[in-house]
């Protein structure tokens, strides 16, 4: 008889004590860099380039060929990662095309096998990251439009030329056995980001099995899967790809559910995850800055991606922003790092973030001279301006804190106010 473990998905989940100091760490950390780079980025039109132009796996392998990094150079990545304010990174091991970018023994779909490059890049950058204290953390696709056990198949990949017959379970052992190579072979991995279970959401995913595969290899190693859906026992964090916690603006998560797990919400530079050529549609500085602030107050951390170009440079327009970014978190960093969202919930001028006795308010939409913050239920002791330290006036009584707030010191990115409890 089959015995599939599926059901361990079901058991309840008690995660060790490793797994919950790494939670606490992953929350005080904040921002990470999200890296999707793989053999797509030669056509320079994104991840998803093989089920958009309908490219069958014949052609498809082809492309190794021309996949050359010869400028990639893990140091530059993790030092502009540091430079940014990111304290870990998380790079594609295999996107949906299933193609390795490390040196798989179970397949030679991968970096080593395939490319004239022959060099293992996930072992390059684990061990520049293990050197800079960063952590490092792999983005994994369920979803494999290259295997032919990926069957029967999902909603997408139907053009890549493979036959109608496979075994969906020897799929899943040849998953797993990939991810074991991943956290036996480099290091500490910070977390698994799984992706593409939407693809075929009501298939025995076994999630189960790997999962406590995961936590028994490497048991601070956090898992997190952008299901779209709510929490599964087993996960670590919940991931929100371009949306808040709780917002519903992108159409892939209208049946998310929030949880109560850390959170983690995702954007891209452009709007773009893997390379494109085209794409100049940048996002400025002070969104992303924004979008960050706005993170941290939704108790959430934030992961930043770029898609590096075939060559394994990160373009420039990428590398001018990061560098902003960081300038910011130099001198801003304090109120995002190590803080935990609210006590008051987001509101229409901004967010709030707190550490300690502290309360840090970002207004970064300004409306009023006179800021409205709703009770807390903490007597406040004084309300200053973070960068100057320059004391504001302040009332409070019972319907909450009204802050006098100089126009003159207001910030077109943020302002950030201290409160002091
Ligand atoms: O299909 C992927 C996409 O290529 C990219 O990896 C993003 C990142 O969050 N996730 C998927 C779509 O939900």
Redesign the pocket.
Known sequence: MLITLSSKSQLPYTPSSENLKAREWFQDAKFGM?I?WGVYSVLGD???VMNNQRIDKQTYQKLPAFFNPVSFDPKEWVALAKAAGMKYITI?SK??DGFAMWDSKLTDWDIVDRTPYKKDALKMLADECKKEGIKLCF?H?H?DWYQENYFPRGNTGQTTGRPDSGDWYKYLDYMDGQLRELLTGYGEIGAIWF??H?DKKDSDWRLGTTYNMIHSLQPACLVGN?H?LAPFPGEDFQ?F??DLPGQKTTG?NTEQKVGELPFET?ETMNNS??FNLQDKNYKSTKTLIQYLVKAAGYNSNFLL?VGPMPDGRIQPEFITTLNELGKWMEKFGETVYGTRGGPVTPRSWGVTTRKGTRVFVHILNPEDNNLLIPDFGKKVKSVSVFDTGAKLKFKQDAFGIAVSVPAEILDETDTVLVIET
């Open positions: 999200f999707h994104g991840e998803w594609t996107h949906h983005y696709s979803l992706d593409g939407w952008n779209h991931m790809e371009k892939f995702c995850w893997g991606n």
